[in-house]
């Protein structure tokens, strides 16, 4: 008796032991689906035991949107270990195509299939009702199959907002923090109070909803201190925020008074009481930008306020008078009339100069305030510690080079210069690029380096040089094949998962054996 398993063209004899070495890929969408990897999980090894698949490896992303590639790491290793040959399987199984990606971009989720093809890997759909065999039929349902789960998450991000907009014309809280002065509140169905929602806590109930309350009266003072502050002093929010700061008093642990918390203070609606939704938008995971006024969706006196109107609206008419509407063109003025009067240009001085933009407005205008300067004659300058780091990684960049090169020839290995002095050319076969990274240290005290894939040609090695705290001496070596570089930039902590900490090396002999020519034996 022989069985024919799905998208092979030989049947297989049940009698011989053709086990095919098979990776199962799962996908969950969010953290509330508890049992969707194990329902797949189920439904992928009855597949392989009815086809004759070994499952050899899993990959899983759990709580993951299928929308775009760049936060699913498992998807990424999987098509990494495809790419640089390091899959030890010949199948792949995913429950079926949604699960694979809903990506907005059907022909995105047939290039991911078309590498693993290209490379002798096979995708096949367990709970589809179609062979994923290459034939015409199976092209065009995979087409419609794509299409269709891309318009789902359309369909449902759309059916969420109306959603959303609902429960804030109803005067309930859509998300986010409360902000200061203010607290979060559960209510149930008929709009009682069932307690405060501290910082990272959730209602635990869908019919449960939030709503805002003022918060200690101590906060409360301050707010309204802010606004007098700003109405009647006439104190910039700069100001404001180093007086703040200078009389100790207390935002949040590990933040301190600024330019940003005093002017979203100023300029949020909830503190009068209104309920406020779609002020800036960034749907199926495209890029937040503000929207227009219009397009917001507002409930007004929805919570208890703990500013008057008349004030709040006499806070907003001063900012209105300080930055009206300016074109590009008046704004790089302004910001010229500041550089010749000052001699520099920062970010202080344009947050506490009156009459100009926020910096922030030239961010969002010019992209960066760096463009900005640039625009306008003056080239930023980095602070000197800066500019000793960067002058002590630039040095130590020459030295690795000098290095790695010096090895290589030392075992036979030809180098020659690929364009850019820290991109090296081996053997006329492999590219390597050299890269120290900058230990910094984030505002909670963890360590991490950053890496970026900015190397034109993209080089088939990337040796990244970890530098210890002091940014002094190299603690270890990553050696990241080009797979990794599909991302524009990866993040290194202290402790990795393990498909980045297999790149890992205390020195760099793994490479320079890399490029070691061995003479072959002469056939007998």
Known sequence: MRRQRRGDDCPIDEGEPTEVPAAQYVRMSTEHQQYSTENQGAVIAEYAERYGLRIVRSYADEGRSGLRIDNREALQQLISDVQTGSADFKVILVYDV??????????ESAYYEYICRRHGVRVEYCAEQFANDGSPIATIVKGVKRAMAGEYSRELSAKVFAAHCRHVER??????????GLRRVRVDMSGREQGILNAGEYKNLQTD????????????????????LFVQDRMTEAQIACRLQAEGVP??????????????ILTSEKYIGNNTYN???????????PNPPDKWVR????????????????????IERREPRFSDERMLLQLSDLLRQQGRLTRDLIDNTEGMPCSRTYVVHFGSLRRAYERVGFMF???????EILRRLRGLQRELV?????????????????????????????????????????????????VRFNSKPTPDVTVAARLAQDNKSILDYFLLPAAAAHRKHLVLWPNNARDLDCYRFENLDPLTRMAERVRLKEAA
């Open 251 to 264: 935002l949040a642990p590990g933040r301190r008074w600024t330019y940003a918390p005093v002017r979203k």
């Open 299 to 318: 409930r007004e006196a929805a919570f208890e306020p703990i500013v008057s109107r008349a004030q709040f609206e006499a806070a907003q008419a001063i």
């Open 171 to 180: 005067g309930f809280r859509q998300g986010g923090s409360a902000g200061y």
């Open 279 to 289: 002020l800036s938008s960034g749907k199926l995971k495209t890029r937040r930008k």
């Open 98 to 107: 949604s699960r694979w990606g809903r990506f907005q971009d059907a022909d």
């Open 381 to 387: 300058a980095r602070d000197d510690a800066g500019t």
């Open 402 to 450: 000098s290095e790695i090169a010096a090895k290589i020839e030392h075992h036979g290995g030809r180098i020659e210069p690929f364009g850019n002095p820290n991109l090296l050319l081996v053997n006329q076969e492999i590219t390597i690029a050299i890269v120290p990274l900058r230990c910094l240290r984030s505002r909670y005290g963890r360590l991490r380096w950053y």
């Open 209 to 228: 909803r939030v709503i805002l309350r003022p918060g200690p009266p101590e906060e409360v003072e301050v707010v309204g201190r802010i606004f007098r």
